[in-house]
T-cell receptor, first 111, second 115 residues
Framework: QQPVQSPQAVILREGEDAVINCSSS?????VHWYRQKHGEAPVFLMI?????EQKGHEKISASFNEKKQQSSLYLTASQLSYSGTYFC????????????FGTGTKLQVIP | DAGVTQSPTHLIKTRGQQVTLRCSPK?????VSWYQQALGQGPQFIFQ???????QRGNFPDRFSGHQFPNYSSELNVNALLLGDSALYLC??????????????FGNGTRLTVT
């Protein structure tokens, strides 16, 4: 079943922060985050394993709450280059990299 | 280091025809997954190939089939095309074995239009 992301869309001014949430109804082994710019392929940001793991990538970080089957992506001090659609992808144990992608969150950063 | 390459980049077909899309994985990767992405939607898993066999399959009809070659490259075939098959088809490669933590590396996709 497809994970649900919120919000569906968000507009930020440069320097503002944002949080994107990803929720699944299934028990998860890991959560992936990808960013896709218009007309381009999705680009990998990070993977989080179960167990409350948190990771950071420049000013982008994420957390994974396995009990709630939720993950959140945090973007701080946003830059114009952060614009794009963000997808979470969930993987179940034994899934062999079968990643089920969420509904997507369109992020636009304006000057 | 070449990334994932897909061909062709664009394709226009008529309803009822058949199409073959090709993918070469990133160097060192042995697993290929195919995704269908409709406009404004997230990628939908079609199937995955590993060791030249289909290892997993999503909720797609048998009209969608594939193949993996000994050099890990892969093909996606779609028969009896429908208008609803119009989409961006993405190939993603990864590594199996060692850990389940391999991220997906995507190609730029093939834009298929069925008229």
């Amino acid at each position: 079943q497809q994970p649900v992301q919120s919000p569906q869309a968000v507009i930020l001014r440069e320097g503002e922060d944002a949080v994107i949430n990803c929720s699944s109804s299934k028990a998860l082994y890991s959560v992936h985050w990808y960013r896709q710019k218009h007309g381009e392929a999705p680009v990998f940001l990070m993977i989080l394993l179960k167990g409350g793991e948190q990771k950071g990538h420049e000013k982008i970080s994420a957390s994974f709450n396995e009990k709630k089957q939720q993950s959140s992506l945090y973007l701080t001090a946003s830059q114009l280059s952060y614009s794009g659609t963000y997808f979470c992808g969930t993987e179940r144990r034994g899934g062999y990299q079968k990643v089920t992608f969420g509904t997507g969150t369109k992020l636009q950063v304006i000057p | 280091d070449a990334g994932v390459t897909q061909s062709p980049t664009h394709l226009i077909k008529t309803r009822g025809q058949q199409v073959t899309l090709r993918c070469s994985p990133k160097s060192g990767h042995d697993t290929v997954s195919w995704y269908q992405q409709a406009l404004g939607q997230g990628p939908q898993f079609i199937f995955q190939y590993y060791e030249e066999e289909e290892r997993q399959r999503g909720n797609f009809p048998d009209r969608f089939s594939g193949h993996q070659f000994p050099n890990y490259s892969s093909e996606l075939n779609v028969n009896a095309l429908l208008l609803g098959d119009s989409a961006l088809y993405l190939c993603a490669s990864s590594i199996t074995g060692g850990s389940y933590n391999s991220p997906l590396h995507f190609g730029n996709g093939t834009r298929l239009t069925v008229t």
